[in-house]
């Protein structure tokens, strides 16, 4: 990656996560601007990451894996970090400035799948679903975290600095359609994902182990779907699925990889 441009992201997701989290720092007028200068951040990664791909030669390896992985979450609090959901930049603008961070520091290694297939159209489809779909997660992931926060503190009856938050009915409905939302796309993903190894690789590439695993996940997100729709579970469990799901995309991404062989993994 080109290190310039991220460097400026950089700046911004970490001026947005200081903002949230240690405002009295910043003054009360500098964060009012968080979520501005976040989406000026989004902006530039993603122009970044389109001129990538339109310059070519693109061979997209970790730390394009981890910007992406940034940009879903960075993008998903600058959808909808305004108003009552603005204490939602506590827990996405740091996540999104520590994955950035993070790509920029680890080591570029390349898919190994990309020296059989090379490019395809196919390819940026496959890679923009799934990280709409995490970004999606990454939201759920979010609310969840403030959702049992705020529960805890209705439970002890603690219930300064709540005034600021939206109820837990609504937090409760903004994760179900997160999950939703990242559901879809995630199926999509897989989707487009089979058709680029239907159309580029002789191989059997259905055992790989990070599509084990990206199918493993798709079907926890199903199950917490289901317990919602059907058996009716929600707010507490709704959030638990969201916070150990997002843990299991980030193992996939970080770990995966690294740890099994296959298309997937890094090439050393």
């Known amino acids: 990656m080109e290190r310039l441009p991220y460097i400026v992201v950089l700046a911004c997701y970490g001026f947005a996560a200081v903002s949230h989290l240690l405002p009295a720092v910043v003054g009360e007028r500098l964060a009012s601007r968080a979520r ?26 970790l730390p394009e ?19 009552r959901l603005r204490t939602l930049g506590m827990a996405l603008c740091p996540l999104a400035l520590v994955i950035l961070g993070t790509a920029l520091v680890v080591p570029h290694r390349q898919v190994v799948a990309l020296s059989h297939a090379g490019f395809s159209p196919w390819l940026p489809l496959h890679l923009g679903l799934l990280f709409a779909g995490i970004g999606g997660f990454a939201f759920a992931f979010a609310v969840g975290v403030l959702y049992l926060w705020a529960r805890s503190r209705l439970k002890a ?6 005034g600021r938050l939206p109820s837990l009915e609504v937090l409760d409905r903004l994760q179900f359609r997160a999950m939703l939302f990242g559901f879809v796309f995630l199926t999509l993903g897989i989707g487009a994902g089979g058709a680029l190894a239907a159309a580029s690789l002789t191989e059997p590439w259905a055992v790989d182990p990070k599509v084990l695993f990206a199918l ?18 929600r707010g507490r469990w709704t959030a638990l699925f969201s916070i150990v799901g997002f843990g299991g995309l980030l193992f996939s991404i970080l770990g995966v990889n690294f740890l099994f062989s296959g298309f997937h993994a890094y090439a050393s």
């Open 36 to 61: 501005p200068v976040a989406g000026v951040g989004v902006g530039i990664q993603a122009a970044a990451l389109a001129i990538g791909i339109l310059v070519g030669p693109w061979r997209p390896g």
């Open 65 to 83: 894996a981890l910007s992406a992985t940034s940009l879903g979450v960075a993008g998903a609090y600058t959808w909808v970090g305004h108003g």
């Open 157 to 162: 009856k603690r219930l300064d600095a709540l």
């Open 216 to 233: 493993l996940i798709w079907f926890w997100y199903g199950c917490a779907l289901q317990v919602r729709l059907v058996a009716g579970g």
